[in-house]
């Protein structure tokens, strides 16, 4: 089953997202504890630009990369939220520096369009499957 | 010493003895919360398929890795978590014993089956951040090369490996310090993909499975 249909199939999370408006930006980025600016590093956004999207209304981007960069900041919120973690520490957990990406952030890493990597490593230690 | 070439590779595989498994348990140790909140099956390999194993490559099919004790699974979750920045209290694991007797198998601790494909024992167990950083450059490991190429082989079901904890334990700390790598069929978490043989998972609290 794709990551997607399966996170969207639970119940975590989906207050951040409705499949025919789009995203709350402002609250599923503040949820993580990614700041505007962070978020338009992420996305490579003009800080201008990303200011719209934390209307606080929900939106549905056009752009690609940063329909997919929420995509996968709503997978990996519902993945801590299956954990039960607060929000403080996912928040934390997002700017720490993984050994498993050369020192780079979780936020770094979806900068770098690998965030759905992240998420399925993620799902893949929870069943116990990591690889070896 | 390096993999031969693609072609004899094949042929090594191909000429190489599968090893029907004994009925012995293997191992794995799940984040329960994650699994019932998720809907993920316990023997979900979709993941690893995607983002890579120690033998099986990114983008690949449903690999399901499983351990030969309950001490050995849930050590390599603690490793898997702590490189992961997941330092903080988690939901409770618990350790599913899983059972896939009669699966045909390349058993690659045994020397015998393994001299062919060129690999030694300290290769198959490096540390996975070798693996890792070569999938970061577009490369695939020889490990991973050696898995796919099995995976081809219509009547192999997996592998059984030396974990890489045995390059780090002295030996004898732990039994069993081996996992067990499936092929498994896209379309059915429980069954494995070449010959079609069913899984059984153990869960004898009926917790996820009555």
Not at chain 1, 13 to 37: D, H, I, S
Not at chain 2, 188 to 208: A, E, F, Y
Request: some cysteine.
């Amino acid at each position: 089953m794709p990551t997607t249909t399966l996170l969207f199939a639970s119940k975590l999370a989906t207050e951040y997202f409705n499949p025919t408006t789009g995203y709350q930006v402002k609250a599923l980025c503040a949820e993580l504890g990614v700041k505007p600016a962070a978020f338009a590093r992420v996305t490579h956004r003009k800080t201008e630009s990303v200011a719209k999207l934390f209307s606080g209304k929900f939106v549905n981007p056009k752009e690609g990369e940063t329909l997919h960069v929420l995509r996968q900041m709503h997978q990996i919120l519902a993945v801590f939220r299956a954990m039960d973690w607060s929000k403080d520490d996912v928040a934390r957990w997002m700017n720490t520096p993984l050994p498993t990406d050369e020192g780079r952030t979780p936020l770094d890493v979806l900068a770098k369009g690998k965030g759905q990597g992240l998420v399925d490593r993620l799902v893949a230690l929870a069943t116990g499957n990591v690889g070896g | 010493m390096p993999l031969p070439p693609t072609s004899d590779l094949a042929l090594a595989i191909t000429a190489a003895t599968l090893t029907p498994l004994p009925d012995e348990p293997w191992y794995r140790s799940v984040d329960l919360a994650v699994v019932v909140n998720l809907g993920v099956h316990v023997l979900d390999g979709t993941h690893t398929g995607k983002t890579g194993g120690r033998f099986n490559s990114p983008a690949s099919k449903p690999t399901c890795y499983l351990a030969g004790t309950q001490t050995l699974a849930a050590f390599e979750c603690e490793q898997a978590a702590m490189i992961l920045g997941l330092t903080k209290p988690r939901s409770p694991r618990v350790t599913f014993a899983i059972s896939v007797a009669g699966a045909q198998v390349l058993d690659l601790t045994n020397a015998l089956v393994r001299t062919p494909f060129g690999l030694t024992y300290g290769e198959l167990t490096l540390p996975s951040s070798h693996w890792q950083h070569l999938n970061r450059t577009g490369v695939s490991a020889p490990v991973q090369i050696l898995g796919e190429a099995a995976r081809a082989r219509k009547d192999c079901d997996g592998l059984v490996v030396p974990s890489w904890l045995c390059s780090v334990l002295p030996p004898g700390t732990l039994p069993r310090p081996n996992n067990l790598v499936l092929f498994m069929d896209p379309g059915h978490s429980t069954r494995l993909r070449n010959t079609g043989r069913t899984i059984t998972v153990h869960d004898h609290s009926k917790l996820l499975y009555p």
